[in-house]
């Protein structure tokens, strides 16, 4: 684990739980993350707030509506936790993220995609280019903001690599390079990171930390976190999937986080 993920996060496959803001006043954007936060503040390792399904300039680009709500709701969430909170800024605006972790004391981002050229799907589900990440310019606010860890997503949901023979293991060994962890995901919210990504990407950078970025489950934990080192976790979290006003459940963050205790147990026994 790198350095900055070693100080965050002493547990053996760390959880990290979204907070999800929606589109709303700025009153029940924070009073639903501190909602959900209460329900998984002693449970999780960490929290993630995101944006979720509106505010996006273009297809690489938040409003500025966007900031000033992530601002407001991120520092809520940092006040009233001592686990680690993260921001991840939809669509891929890690400009803004890395703004609003500094500002509020989060102390890392998400990014969606952090190597090669992709198609990502827009709110009415067609395919438009977006701009690839340049990697100077991330590699520039790494050095603006070093105390932010970046968990950076290869091959991610909603997108779409613009060669589709493109290399997930190519991606993934220049990811590392500019990341602290690799994220692994399905193609949709909820659906499962396939094992065979999962173990190329693990094969080809360990030691390098790689996350499950979508579609953990009580049902598939163990064979997920036996290559992975930890997991993004939002949609076994809440009963019908992630919608408005649908909040953490706490039957299912249980069943989650036991067979993540099971897990760690046993990996703990000499």
């Known amino acids: ?36 936060l209460a329900r998984l503040n002693l449970y999780v390792d960490g929290v993630l707030v995101e944006n979720y399904d509106w505010g996006y300039a273009d297809a690489n680009l938040a409003t500025t509506e966007v900031m000033e709500a992530m601002t407001a709701v991120a520092r ?27 500002d509020v004391g989060a102390r890392f981002i998400q990014i969606d995609h952090v190597t090669g050229e ?43 690599p613009v060669d589709p023979t493109a290399s997930i293991v190519d991606a993934a060994r220049r990811a590392c390079t500019l990341v602290d962890a690799v994220v692994v995901t399905g193609s949709r919210t909820g659906e ?8 190329d990407v693990k094969q080809a950078i360990a030691p390098h930390l790689v996350f499950v970025g979508s579609g953990l489950t009580p ?20 009963k019908g999937g992630v919608a408005p006003s649908v909040q953490i459940d706490p039957d299912l963050r249980d069943a989650l986080m036991r067979e993540v205790w099971k897990i760690r147990k046993r990996t703990l026994q000499p």
């Open 118 to 160: 992709y198609l990502v799907e827009n709110l009415d589900g067609e395919y438009v280019p977006c701009r690839p990440v340049d990697e100077d310019d991330l590699l520039g606010h790494r050095d603006t903001y070093p105390r932010v860890a970046v968990l950076g997503g290869i091959h991610p949901k909603y997108y779409r």
């Open 219 to 238: 049902q598939n934990v163990e064979e997920q976190l036996t290559i992975a080192d930890g997991a993004i976790v939002g949609s076994a979290l809440k």
């Open 76 to 102: 809520e969430v940092v006040q009233r936790t001592s686990i680690p909170v993260g921001i991840n800024v939809l669509p891929n605006d890690y400009e803004k993220a890395f703004r609003i972790a500094d």
């Open 1 to 36: 684990m790198s350095s900055l993920l070693r100080t965050m996060f002493s547990v053996q496959q760390p959880i990290i739980a979204m907070i999800h803001v929606w589109e709303s006043d700025r009153p029940q954007q924070i009073e639903q993350a501190v909602e959900d």
């Open 192 to 199: 499962q990171a396939s094992i065979s990504d999962l173990l």
